[in-house]
Each structure stands twice: as C-alpha cells, then as structure tokens.
C-alpha cells in the first residue's frame, strides 16, 4: 500500500535523455508534475512533443535518465527491472491505440490474462472478467474473438483488461486514435466513469474534443511542460454523480 498523503504521481527535475549512439535526443526536459489520487489528465502537444516518453516513464517501460519518479510514494528511479514489473502489475493498467488484443483469444480469456499473471485462482478471475465485461457493456461477447468485434468494442475489451487488477492508475496513449467520433465519446464516458469512481486516469490524445473529458489539460511542447490548466466543465459531466452533495453542474448555477 503506497503513504495515502503522497500524490499517486509526483516528478521531479525528470529527464530523458535518448543517447542514440550519434546524437543525444532529449525527450523530456526537467519535469515537475504532480498528480493526485483521482485525477483525470488529459495530456496534449505536437508530434515528437515527448507524450509517449512520459507515459512510458510514468508506466514503469522505461526509467528517467535524471530526476525522480514517486509512484504511490515509492521511488521507481532506483528500482530493479523486477521491481518496475511488480509494481506495473500492481498499480497501472494500460489502454494502448491499438488495442493490443491477443487474437485468437476470446473477450473473456484476454481480460483474464492479468489475473493469471498475478496468479489469481481460476474461478475467482473468470468471475471477475465476466464481471468487468459486464461493466464495459460487452456482457453478450464474452466469448468473441477480437477479430469478431468492433474497434469501439475491442476498445472496451481493453479498458476491462487494464482494470483486472484493479489498478489506482491507468494509462491511455491515443484510446481514441483509431476509433470514429461515436466510438470515441463511448470509451471517454467509460473514463469519465472510472474517474467517478476514484481511478486515476491519464490519457494522451490529438483531439480537443476528446481533451475536453478531462478535469485537466496538460500541453507538452519540445520535453516541456507549455500549460497546465483545469477544465471546470468537462465533456462527461465530471464529477457530476459522484459526491452525496450537490452536483457540479447545480453548483455551478448556485454560483451565478
Ligand atoms: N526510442 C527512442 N530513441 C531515440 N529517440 C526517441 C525514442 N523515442 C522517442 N524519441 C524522441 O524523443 C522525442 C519525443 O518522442 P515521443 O515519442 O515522446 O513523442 P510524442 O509526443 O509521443 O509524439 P507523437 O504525438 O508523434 O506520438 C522525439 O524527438 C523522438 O524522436
Ligand atoms: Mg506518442
């Protein structure tokens, strides 16, 4: 269990350096960030802006050259290659582009998969991926094929695989990139959900519209931090629905 009064996430002074052999390419310069528990993040910036560096340091694939990662308040900066994959395991799902489906393989066997890693009793994980399908909407394609879904569905087949372990982190490089508008919006109102219900969500993506789930938009620009800035009134409600107290919205007209 991490110390509950550190931030889940917390940089400092990270940097990444890609030494290449010829020339040194620096992919994050000098990052102070700190993200708290329950957070929804939406992080923005052109192409080679060093979204990916950082998602990759932030999932425990790749380690900073200089500074320092507190993950739950633990340090990963020092940690071994055991240590990284333990605690990726423990704390971080991970939702990629492309989905990154075992074919041949069914829904259910797919969000299982984690489970089996963490070595979670037969009965308990098929329990628990039919659970999670069911959470997605994808009860009735328990045992499709990947190949046999949509992309929006495969999609949710991975959100439910990221939460197997019930994660307090999880991580989405471009969920959306290869998803129409409608598909898009159902996995950010999937998001927007987890977020309600205290997960911690990070997301890279291209789109405003889709940036505009978030409560907060992050722009990198060249290994920099450009602006960090909150979104009052996010696409999918928010917070809305998820206190006892008021909802965000009537707050906000109590306001005016
Ligand atoms: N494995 C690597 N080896 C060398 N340089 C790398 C490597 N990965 C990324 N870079 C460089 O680091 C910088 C940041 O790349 P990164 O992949 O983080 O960008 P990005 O913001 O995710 O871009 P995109 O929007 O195109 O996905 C770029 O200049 C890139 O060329
Ligand atoms: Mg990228």
Request: proline content about 4%; overall charge negative; some cysteine.
């Amino acid at each position: 269990m991490g110390e509950q009064n550190e931030p889940l996430i917390r940089l400092e002074n990270l940097v990444k350096i890609y030494d290449t052999g010829a020339i040194k390419v620096l992919g994050l310069k000098k990052i102070n960030l700190t993200i708290e528990r329950g957070e929804f993040v939406a992080i923005m910036g052109h192409s080679g802006s060093g979204k990916s560096t950082l998602m990759n340091i932030l999932g425990c694939l790749d380690r900073p050259t200089l500074g320092h990662y507190f993950l739950d308040g633990e340090d990963t900066s020092a940690m071994t290659p055991d240590a990284l994959s333990d605690i990726r395991n423990r704390k971080i799902g991970f939702v990629f582009q492309s989905f990154n489906l075992i074919s041949r393989t069914s829904a259910l066997k797919n969000v299982e998969l984690p489970m089996t890693y963490a070595r979670i009793p037969k009965a308990r994980r098929t329990a628990r991926a039919k659970e999670l399908l069911e959470r997605v909407g994808l009860g009735a394609r328990k045992e499709h094929m990947p190949n046999e879904l949509s992309g929006g569905q495969r999609q949710r087949v991975a959100i439910a695989r990221a939460l197997a372990n019930e994660p307090p982190l999880i991580l989405a490089d471009e969920p959306t990139g290869n998803l129409d508008t409608a598909a898009s919006v159902e996995i950010m109102e999937l998001f927007t959900a987890l977020h309600r219900e205290g997960t911690t969500v990070v997301l890279v993506t291209h789109e405003e519209d889709i940036a505009a789930f978030a409560q907060r938009v992050i722009r990198f620009g060249d290994g920099r931090i450009l602006s960090d800035e909150k979104n009052e009134a996010p696409a999918g409600g928010g917070d809305t629905g998820r206190a006892e107290g008021p909802a965000a919205g009537e707050e906000a007209r109590h306001a005016d």
